[in-house]
């Protein structure tokens, strides 16, 4: 696929996501690694993607108070040196296709399946030890396959009863952004003494295409598309490109 047809598709899943509040992050890994990018350099294209989109949206969400900060704090904490320590790791081309394939697919099938968020009836408070553990977790593996996280994070504030739909879309989208920075320093710090990171600018071109994409869907919305339709789309989109992977995955293990 030439770099204009990858930024128009870029665009269009920036698009997407900023309007339901996260990053894009699975699907950018996903469309690179279909297009034959260096596995190298998938997490650096996808996550520089990632903090352009949800600078966006956790600029509008902190203007509309909605970041509960002090709540927030103990996921973060931890996520941010998980993420730059997964992203500072060096994988063989066969554990990170085996681990971005199990992201994808729990993301894919998480879209797919999604139903309308409900406020909870009442709000649970989280330990302290509980909040600090997932995000280490979530930003940790985040790190390694260059993703926000926020897919992963959200489904379970849902269960956790952690805030109101909203506070919990705000929260994610600041989430997906201290990862996403810290996630891309871990990969840039592995890359720098490599010629990998000039190989990296051919794409730059993603990033103003992603930016308006993400202004588009955060400000105007997805025209005639609900937040389930462009779930269960995308949803569709990243299983497809899951099964390519595990596919990829058996011919690299056999």
Not at 34 to 43: C, F, K, M, N
Not at 202 to 228: K, Q, T
Request: proline residues 4%; charged residues 10%; positive net charge.
């Amino acid at each position: 696929m030439k770099i204009g047809l990858l930024a128009l598709a870029f665009g269009l899943t920036a698009l997407l996501y900023a309007s339901v509040g996260f990053g894009g992050g699975s699907t950018y890994t996903a469309l690179l690694i279909a297009t034959g990018t260096d596995y190298r350099l998938v997490p650096l294209i996808a996550l520089a993607c990632n903090i352009v989109v949800v600078s966006g949206n956790s600029l509008r969400y902190g203007r509309a108070g909605l970041i509960p900060w002090r709540k927030l704090a103990p996921l973060i904490a931890l996520s941010i040196p998980a993420a730059w320590f997964g992203g500072r790791l060096n994988l063989s081309e066969a554990v990170f296709i085996g681990l971005l394939w199990v992201a994808l697919t729990i993301a894919g099938w998480r879209l797919l399946v999604a139903k309308p968020d409900q406020a909870p009836e009442y709000m649970q408070e989280t330990p302290l030890w509980m909040g600090a553990a997932l995000g280490a977790a979530i930003g940790f593996y985040s790190g390694l396959v260059g993703i926000g996280g926020g897919i992963f994070l959200a489904p379970l504030l849902h269960v956790l009863k952690w805030g109101r739909t909203k506070v919990i879309a705000a929260s994610c989208s600041v989430f997906i952004l201290v990862n996403s920075v810290a996630g891309l320093a871990g990969q840039w710090t592995k890359l720098a003494d490599t010629e990998r990171l000039s190989d990296a600018l051919v794409f730059w071109p993603l990033l103003p295409a992603v930016m308006i994409g993400g202004w588009i869907g955060n400000y105007v919305g997805v025209f005639r598309l609900s937040p389930i339709v462009v779930k269960k789309l995308t949803g569709g989109l990243i299983l497809i490109v899951a099964v390519r992977l595990a596919w990829r995955w058996f011919s690299l293990v056999t």
